[in-house]
């Protein structure tokens, strides 16, 4: 059973940083790129950044670029998520996943809450 576990959210003023991390298990981790995407309050999933399956290249929404750095440890089947000078507007729930098509994913993780406010 493939299994997705991410932890590290919480509540944050803004500016603040946070690591996000998520665990997986029951598929060859290393094989796979991996996606972190999240859903605002109110709204649909917004893929976040992508990393390939040797780490070697990523990808970042424009909102995310330079503030996000997103990372794995194949030897740990562990993915990470780096947000720094966070906004308010990147509260919601945060999901690693595999196989996205846009964000039409075949497996998240129960998802990890970030809420950034004052």
């Known amino acids: 059973e493939v299994l997705l576990v991410e932890s590290g959210g919480g509540l944050v003023q803004p500016g603040g940083s946070l690591r996000l991390s998520c665990e997986a298990s029951?598929?060859?981790?290393?094989?796979?790129?991996m996606y972190w995407v999240r859903q605002a309050p109110g709204k649909g999933l917004e893929r976040v950044a992508d990393?390939?399956?040797?780490?070697?290249?990523?990808y970042y929404e424009d909102s995310a670029k330079g503030r996000f750095t997103i990372s794995r440890n194949n030897a740990k089947n562990t993915l990470y998520l780096q947000m720094n000078s966070l906004k308010l507007e990147d509260t919601g729930v945060y999901y690693c996943?595999?196989?996205?098509?846009?964000?039409?994913?075949?497996?998240r993780g129960q998802g990890t809450q970030v809420t950034v406010s004052s």
């Open positions: 996943a595999i196989q996205c098509m846009g964000t039409n994913c075949t497996v």
């Open positions: 029951g598929f060859t981790f290393s094989s796979f790129w």
């Open positions: 990393i390939s399956d040797g780490g070697t290249i990523t």
